[in-house]
């Protein structure tokens, strides 16, 4: 049977204060990608997520991201790349010391962006991916969006798996609508549970002028923080098995 994973950003607790009802969307999806301090998140919330991943057999993944937690992770940062490694590397640890069996990374907010179109960004994520894999004795991969950390991922022995989004536009060039334009969001179950099953059935998604954007994804994503998250993500869970699909995280 066709199989493709739904992932959600979890763990993501402000003040100690979660953003989203992770114990629902614990129960919807096959990957978690787990904040690690940087954006948000903090050693309690980390154990927290990782137990309860662990008791719905989540495949857990580090979320790392710029260290913001003032604007959430989502203002681009001008890091050298040596100190980006290094940060993305000590919240790589803190989540495995958190209990953490780590299956993948995907950046978050701005460092997500940065490492698609900046080749310095991207090799410093991808090295301190490697340096994990290296503690692990296996290859982590990284999920991502595509370009620079792609090719970056694959100079550096990882396996680069592409995601799409299901509650984001996309611009005709593949890339996200900016959040705070017109169709940066997606909020209605039904529309997202029909991308869903689009993306998995024929990979194409539709961008905010009507035309497609093809993609080979796979693991598709609901943002635990997105107004609605839990409906959508049972309705995207719904759709896909009614299709035919099985959600199955690849790692």
């Known amino acids: 049977m066709r199989a493709i994973d739904l992932n959600a950003d979890l763990g993501e607790t402000v003040d100690g ?3 989203a009802d992770d114990a629902a969307m614990f129960a919807v999806v096959s990957s978690a990608s787990i904040a690690c301090g940087g954006h948000a998140g ?3 919330s980390m154990r927290a997520a990782v137990a309860a991943a662990a008791a719905r057999t989540v495949a857990v993944g580090a979320h790392p991201s710029f260290p913001d937690r003032a604007n959430f992770g989502r203002v681009h940062m001008a890091t050298d790349p040596s100190a980006l490694r290094a940060e993305v590397t000590g919240q790589l640890a803190a989540l495995a010391a958190a209990g953490a069996d780590i299956r993948y990374v995907k950046p978050h907010g701005a460092l997500y962006h940065a490492v698609s179109a900046d080749s310095r960004a991207a090799a410093a994520v991808a090295a301190s991916v490697a340096e994990l ?4 004795g ?6 991502g969006l595509g370009g620079a950390i792609a090719a970056a991922a694959a100079g550096a022995g990882l396996e680069f798996v592409r995601e799409a989004f299901l509650d984001r536009g996309y611009r005709p ?5 900016p959040r705070g334009e017109p169709g940066a969001l997606l909020h209605e179950a039904d529309a997202v549970a029909a991308r869903a099953v689009r993306l998995a059935v024929e990979g194409v998604v539709t961008t905010v002028d009507g035309s497609t954007v093809v993609t080979d994804a796979a693991s598709l994503c609901v943002h635990g923080d997105s107004p609605g998250a839990v409906g959508m993500a049972r309705a995207v869970r719904a759709a896909l098995a009614a299709a035919g699909i099985v959600v199955r995280a690849p790692w």
Do not use: E, K, Q, W
Request: aromatic share 0%; proline share 10%; glycine share 4%.
């Open 133 to 136: 894999s290296d503690r692990l």
């Open 138 to 143: 296996r290859a982590v991969p990284v999920l």
């Open 173 to 177: 060039d593949g890339t996200l609508v």
């Open 17 to 19: 204060v979660p953003t």
């Open 42 to 44: 903090d050693a309690a």
